[in-house]
């Protein structure tokens, strides 16, 4: 399990390279899903790979179908929703009441169980520096092994 923030880190994950967080973003240039689609078709895409993190009123056969179709990794926060397409998890932690929160020993317990070896995990919180390190030294892969 990698931290997934720097391609290379050395973890040996395929770390992303971009990352797309909001469909409702997205909306407001391409309001069809076609014209999603043909964003994603158009991109010149030499060996990055892709994380697609829908908000809004998708369904669940929605983003599989267009992640499957577009070769998109489906970005997920794992304490909201379930990774449904890709050849690994890319979780994006936001903080389970909000921006502020500081995930506890417990919290990192369940994100420990949910990960496979290659899974991503970006920490996107007021303290996701700290709560970054407590994980990755919950994993056994601290900065120091």
């Known amino acids: ?13 395929p770390s992303p390279d971009c990352n797309f967080p909001n469909a409702r973003q997205l909306s407001a240039q391409f309001s069809e899903q076609r014209n999603l689609e043909n ?22 056969e929605e983003v599989q179908e267009l ?17 449904l397409y890709g050849h690994f998890h890319y979780y994006r932690l936001h903080g389970i009441t909000g921006y502020r929160y500081h995930f506890t020993g417990k919290d990192l317990e369940v994100l420990k169980e949910k990960c496979r070896e290659g899974d991503d995990c970006l920490f996107n919180n007021v303290t996701m520096w ?5 994980f990755q030294e919950s994993t056994g892969k601290g900065a120091s092994n």
């Open 130 to 134: 700290e709560d970054a390190m407590a």
């Open 39 to 60: 964003f994603f078709k158009g991109m010149e895409r030499v060996d990055l790979i892709l994380v697609w993190e829908p908000r809004g009123l998708w369904s669940g």
């Open 67 to 83: 992640c499957s179709n577009l070769n998109l990794i489906h970005g997920v926060d794992p304490f909201q929703n379930r990774p």
């Open 1 to 13: 399990m990698g931290l997934g923030t720097y391609p290379g880190d050395g973890s040996g994950s």
